[in-house]
């Protein structure tokens, strides 16, 4: 479970987030909705601990981010917006990599590396040496780097940005496995239709503030409108905010 | 541990796979030898041999003596030049004017008035002068002792003093040459050799996104640091082992007992002279991966590290016009080891105590270099600027 509690966070004079507060539960998908500049990618490097907030904390599984930033990134998977790869690494070697930075190690480690390769179906893959992978290729090493430690949590910023169609249906097949596994999936993303079809909490950030949340249909309603796109544009587009 | 051992094991993979980085840090090490024996060999026929000198004589039939005398030295008339080496002493233009009343001069006893003319200035023409001027002046000497002598005066009479040279240096610090070579050189290969995994393994892992990423594990950045140093020094280690085995092999090939000189290392002072380069392997390394860790691109990182590279060339080199070295070079980093390196090819016996102290200052500027860099990874200003 992802809590963020009144987070703000300044950089000179520009409030990147002012006072942002929301739950992602265990067993449910949450997405994360905002216009560029809303404060998404900074409420995100502050859940890594990679900012240090000015004000509210982010709590994962009951674990302050800013007391203890490598316990709380240990019950994290990541999926970056930008994902590299080593390119001098095999996909396999740079699975194990991130396994072991997570921990594990011996017989434990090799059957979880071998496991997720199954589970995205990559096991012609594995042992190519990543340079030159297409971008749903590459997108499968970073999902199955993520996921090695089967983290409770696992977040993904903007993960579908450049990817085909059958690359994203793995992924959200993927998202839904898990899920019903029941960790916590927070999902940061730019496609609406994306989030309507695979979220079951939609938060929408404009300004640093948290401007409404609810189910996809909660939020259609609440603005009166019947996609959510539309929905979207009316709740950051007004200046009080829908609902807080 | 097992976190360091997989950044390490990363690293590593990364690093030997990296075939340009390798093939960069070998090449210095292959240079370097050949260089030194191609140079000395050229130095060591410069010393040694004398080669023809061709002089246009003015007047040479009124001192055909002296003539034959210079012709002993292989100074010889520039009518005779073979044909390849006209155009350059003619260029040379080196003149010896005697006057025309010198046989009658010789007959009086009295000085004779040989005029040499060549351009002094002329690098090319120190040793052709320096023969000259010793082969007229012998010739002279020879003459004006047999005058004495004829006239029943002991010869010594004309040396009150007689100046005794005695040469403390050892036999091989005739070398010099060599040891300031091969020393410049080790230095560069420590400096040279790890720099672009260095360069790749910071800068480059930012530009190809993964920096980041790598940042939201849960490892801390001091692990981080050290995997991505140890990585680098080793590189540059492997560079220096091999500039230095290289060398020592390569030397043996160069006759320098012909310019009287030794120079050999003996597995000792090979020991000693890694056991002195290994902490500038780390410390070149250290700085290397501070300077590309803090640079916005690949690119830049690599124009800032070049600049680095310019250490050890430019300290050894002023280290030569200081005469009076104050104290403190001997335990800085880059400066003490050159100095130390210069005492092992000389053969004076190693100052253990300058070992240890330029050893422990290079070792403890790089754990502060490995320090900061630690907490300059965690700071929100590296963070903000990945992306």
């Known amino acids: 479970m992802i809590e963020v509690q009144n987070l703000t966070k300044s950089f000179g004079d520009v409030n990147a987030l002012d006072g942002l507060s929301f739950t992602a539960k265990d067993g449910e998908i949450t997405g994360i909705l905002g216009p560029n500049g809303a404060g998404k990618t900074t409420c995100l490097r502050t859940l890594y601990g990679l900012l240090k907030a000015d004000a509210g904390k982010a709590i994962i599984d009951g674990v302050n981010v800013s007391d203890n930033p490598l316990k709380a990134r240990s019950l994290l998977g990541i999926f970056p917006d930008k994902f590299g790869l080593y390119e001098r690494l095999t996909a396999y070697e740079q699975i194990d990599y991130f396994a072991s930075l997570h921990g594990l190690s011996g017989k434990e480690k090799k059957h979880a590396i071998e496991e997720i390769i199954t589970d995205l179906d990559m096991e012609e893959l594995a042992y190519r040496r990543t340079q030159g992978f297409s971008q749903g290729q590459r997108m499968k090493v970073t999902l199955a780097q993520a996921l090695v430690h089967q983290p409770q949590n696992f977040v993904l910023d903007e993960p579908t940005r450049g990817l085909d169609v059958m690359s994203t249906r793995i992924l959200r097949n993927h998202l839904n496995k898990f899920k019903a596994k029941g960790h916590c999936i927070l999902f940061s993303s730019h496609v609406m239709q994306e989030v309507a079809a695979l979220c079951d909490r939609v938060i929408i950030v404009a300004n640093g503030k948290l401007a409404a949340q609810g189910t996809p249909q909660e939020l259609c309603e609440l603005a009166g409108e019947a996609q959510l796109e539309e929905a979207f544009v009316k709740i950051i587009g007004s200046d009080e905010g829908v609902a807080a | ?387």
């Open chain 2, 1 to 387: 541990m097992s976190q360091f051992k997989a950044l390490l094991i990363k690293e590593y993979k990364e690093a030997f796979r990296d075939k340009r980085a390798i093939m960069v840090a070998m090449t210095m090490a292959l240079l370097a030898p050949l260089m030194i024996f191609v140079l000395s060999k050229t130095m060591i026929r410069e010393a040694v041999e004398t080669p023809p000198i061709y002089i246009k004589f003015i007047g040479a039939e009124h001192a055909p003596k002296l003539i034959a005398h210079l012709k002993k030295d292989n100074i010889l008339n520039f009518a005779d030049v073979p044909e390849d080496d006209k155009r350059l002493w003619q260029e040379r233009d080196v003149k010896i004017t005697i006057p025309d009343d010198a046989q009658k001069m010789m007959q009086e006893g009295k000085p004779v008035n040989i005029t040499l003319s060549a351009d002094y200035s002329e690098k090319a023409l120190n040793s052709p002068i320096r023969r000259i001027k010793n082969s007229v002046n012998q010739f002279s000497q020879t003459i004006g002792y047999k005058r004495i002598l004829i006239r029943g005066i002991d010869v010594r009479l004309l040396q009150p003093i007689k100046l005794i040279e005695q040469d403390t240096a050892l036999p091989s610090s005739n070398a010099m040459f060599i040891s300031m070579m091969l020393g410049l050189y080790l230095l560069m290969a420590a400096f040279m050799s790890g720099l672009s995994v260095a360069i790749d393994s910071s800068a480059g892992e930012r530009e190809r996104n993964v920096l980041e990423i790598l940042l939201c594990q849960p490892v801390s950045t001091l692990k981080i640091v050290l995997a991505k140093l140890c990585s680098a020094s080793t590189i540059s280690i492997i560079g220096v082992v091999l500039t230095l085995l290289l060398t020592s092999f390569s030397v043996q090939f160069v006759d320098l007992t012909k310019i009287g000189a030794t120079f050999s290392l003996d597995a000792y002072s090979v020991a000693v002279i890694l056991l002195l380069l290994i902490p500038i392997s780390f410390f070149a390394s250290a700085l290397q991966l501070f300077v590309s860790f803090q640079a916005k691109s690949f690119k830049e990182a690599q124009s800032t590290v070049s600049m680095i590279i310019m250490l050890p060339t430019m300290i050894p080199v002023a280290l030569m016009f200081i005469d009076d070295k104050p104290p403190f070079l001997d335990w800085l980093p880059i400066s003490g080891q050159s100095l130390l390196m210069e005492d092992i090819f000389k053969g004076v016996p190693i100052n253990w105590l300058e070992v240890f102290a330029t050893s422990g200052v290079t070792i403890a500027i790089t754990g502060a270099l490995v320090m900061f860099l630690a907490q300059r990874l965690k700071s929100e200003k590296v963070v903000l600027a990945l992306s």
